[in-house]
């Protein structure tokens, strides 16, 4: 397996080098300390597997799906510090395949890269919680619905996640905004999609984490 490190940390890609270097059938073509430069190695070098971490300088979670456009076939493994829920998520859809952490000890470093080039999906313990604590399955996850476009709600859409996330329920929001439970019915599914969650819990953590609504509102009302 043809593999490209992509981090600005030299230390960090060092450290990879030595890990994986150690590995019977993987080899190391090249390292990228940018978006430019991953995008330049990989067209020039071919890579079955590019291990990275989208969020260190010079790099985007925008380069997955550019190279991914041109060359479908690169497997992206993400190896990056702790990120929300939503940030994981996310990354899936825009065509991340396995993720660890970069404390991960070094098996699972090396178990995500081979699992990956079999053609599955790995994701270290930490991750796999991370996402199950916001009531997010892997699974359920939409990944056929990744494009290279940015994921944009509209505003209406932004004022039924709140009405969602306050627990009210298609009828109640359809009243309250004059329309039919039909239209709010697929205005439920729309936003579903471009978040990448199939159900109620994943639209409340939304909510939460981008501050539509506030947690002190469920608190009062478990009190009450």
């Given at each position: 397996m043809k593999i490209?490190?992509?981090?600005?940390?030299?230390l960090i890609r060092i450290g990879l080098r030595a890990v994986l270097s150690s590995e019977k059938n993987l080899q190391i073509v090249g390292e990228a300390t940018d978006n430019d430069e991953l995008f330049s190695l990989i067209k020039n070098f071919g890579s079955d597997i590019v291990l990275i971490d989208y969020t260190s300088t010079g790099f985007s979670i925008d380069i997955i799906p550019k190279v991914l456009s041109k060359f479908p076939n690169v497997n992206f493994v993400a190896?990056?510090?702790e990120q929300s829920a939503q940030t994981l998520v996310n990354a899936l859809r825009s065509g991340v395949k396995s993720y660890v952490k970069k404390d991960c000890d070094v098996s699972e470093?090396?178990?995500s890269v081979k699992e990956t080039g079999r053609g599955n999906k790995f994701f270290c313990g930490t991750i796999l919680e991370t996402i199950q604590r916001a009531s997010i399955d892997v699974d359920d996850?939409?990944?056929?619905?990744?494009?290279?476009?940015?994921?944009?709600?509209?505003?209406?859409?932004?004022?039924?996640i709140v009405f969602i996330a306050e627990g009210q329920t298609n009828a109640q929001i359809a009243e309250t905004l004059f329309l039919s439970n039909h239209t709010i019915n697929t205005h439920r599914k729309n936003i579903m999609a471009k978040l990448g969650v199939k159900n109620t819990a994943g639209i409340v953590m939304y909510a939460v984490k981008t501050n539509l609504v506030s947690p002190n509102k469920f608190l009062f009302a478990a009190e009450s």
């Open positions: 490209i490190l992509a981090d600005s940390n030299e190896i990056t510090p470093i090396i178990n996850i939409d990944f056929e619905s990744f494009s290279c476009e940015p994921v944009l709600l509209s505003e209406r859409e932004n004022e039924i």
